[in-house]
C-alpha cells in the first residue's frame, strides 16, 4: 500500500505570493490533516478534513485554507506569503479519530 | 486544553546503553498519547501509540514506553541503544485519538556515542 504522497517536495516563493500544497493521503483513508513545522514554533497542527468537511482547526490566520475532494485528496493553500511562512508542511492521514495517524514526507516551503 | 513538555531538546547516550526520553503532558481529558521519530529531512513515523489498552506500550524497533496517570508521564525507553536510534523524537498528545489534532512537544534529538 503506498503512504501518504506530498507534492511538491522543495519550492521557493517570494513574498506576498500564494502557494498550494497538495497530499494524496493512504487509500482508504478520509481523513487529512495538515501540520507546519518550523525550528521556533515546533510542530503544530493546521486543520483536518475529514469526508471533504473541515472537523478541526488549529490557530492560524485565514492566509491559510485548505480543501479536501471527493477521492480524499487535499491541498492547502497558503497565501500573500510571509518569511515566517518558511517552513515542512507535513500531511498526514487516517481512517477515522482513534485510528493510527500516518504522516507524508512533508513539503519545504522556502519564502524569500 | 493540552500540552506536552519534553525534558531535554538533546539526549546523548553510548551504543549499547540505555535510551530515556522523557516527555510529561497536561490533558483536561483522557488523553491518547505518541511517541513519533523522525529522520533527517523525513516525515514522522509512529512508533507507539497508548489508548488506555494497556499502560506499558510496545512499539517498534524495540522502543517502549510506560504510562503514568499520577505522574502525567510517557516516557519513551530502550534497553540498548543501537547507532541507527539517532534522531528528532517527539511526543504528543489528542485527546480525541489524533485526528482531531495531535499537540506536539518540542522534540528531544537523540545523540549515539560509538
Known amino acids: 500500500k503506498a503512504g501518504v504522497t506530498q507534492t511538491p517536495r522543495y519550492l521557493i516563493k517570494t513574498r506576498g505570493q500564494q502557494v498550494t500544497l497538495s497530499c494524496s493521503p493512504i487509500s482508504g483513508h478520509r481523513s487529512v490533516s495538515w501540520y507546519q513545522q518550523t525550528p521556533g514554533q515546533g510542530l503544530q497542527f493546521l486543520f483536518e478534513y475529514f469526508s471533504e468537511t473541515q472537523r478541526n482547526k488549529g490557530n492560524f490566520p485565514g492566509r491559510f485554507s485548505g480543501r479536501q475532494f471527493s477521492n480524499s485528496r487535499s491541498e492547502m493553500n497558503v497565501s500573500t506569503l510571509e518569511l515566517g511562512d518558511s517552513a515542512l508542511y507535513l500531511c498526514a492521514s487516517s481512517e477515522d479519530v482513534g485510528n493510527t495517524i500516518y504522516f507524508g514526507e512533508g513539503s519545504w516551503l522556502t519564502v524569500v | 486544553a493540552q500540552s506536552v513538555t519534553q525534558l531535554g531538546s538533546h539526549v546523548s547516550v553510548s551504543e549499547g546503553a540505555l535510551v530515556l526520553l522523557r516527555c510529561n503532558y497536561s490533558s483536561s481529558v483522557p488523553p491518547y498519547l505518541f511517541w513519533y521519530v523522525q529522520y533527517p529531512n523525513q516525515g514522522l513515523q509512529l512508533l507507539l501509540k497508548?489508548?488506555?489498552?494497556?499502560?506499558l506500550v510496545k512499539g517498534i524497533n524495540g522502543f517502549e514506553a510506560e504510562f503514568k496517570k499520577s505522574e502525567t508521564s510517557f516516557h519513551l525507553t530502550k534497553p540498548s541503544a543501537h547507532m541507527s536510534d539517532a534522531a528528532e523524537y517527539f511526543c504528543a498528545v489528542s485527546p480525541g485519538g489524533g485526528a482531531d489534532g495531535l499537540t506536539f512537544g518540542k522534540g528531544t534529538h537523540l545523540i549515539i556515542q560509538p
Open positions: 497508548y489508548t488506555s489498552a494497556a499502560t
